[in-house]
Nanobody
Framework: VQLQASGGGLVQAGGSLRLSCAAS????????IGWYRQAAGKQRELVSV???????NYADSVKGRFTLSRDNAKNILFLQMDSLKPEDTARYYC????????????WGQGTLVTVSS
């Protein structure tokens, strides 16, 4: 299983970006998958996750601005980020848990999002 993240970049405050995470290998769409982020000097934190049944959770800091969605046919996860703030600046990591393999975790390589003020 591999998770390939893409879509980061530099954007001004108030702008938008869309991150993608493509899952390859035997990673079923019934597994939970989501995004974490880690800013410089801070711990990694959960941004948003979608469960196998389709329920989505968001960190309070991104509610109303970020939208998580999943294309099950292509096994790709999207994070639409709108109204970006400088405090959203971080490296974003895709994370998936494989329930067919005792909950084994997989991480993507991370994609950098920089929001300028």
């Amino acid at each position: 299983v591999q998770l390939q993240a893409s879509g980061g970049g530099l954007v001004q405050a108030g702008g938008s970006l869309r991150l993608s995470c493509a899952a390859s290998g035997r990673f079923y769409t019934t597994n939970p998958i989501g995004w974490y982020r880690q800013a410089a000097g801070k711990q990694r934190e959960l941004v948003s996750v979608i469960g196998g049944g389709g329920s989505v959770n968001y960190a309070d800091s991104v509610k109303g601005r970020f939208t998580l969605s999943r294309d099950n046919a292509k096994n790709i996860l999207f994070l639409q980020m709108d109204s970006l703030k400088p405090e959203d600046t971080a490296r974003y990591y895709c994370n998936g848990k494989d329930y067919a393999d005792y909950g084994r975790e997989y991480w993507g390589q991370g994609t950098l999002v920089t929001v300028s003020s």
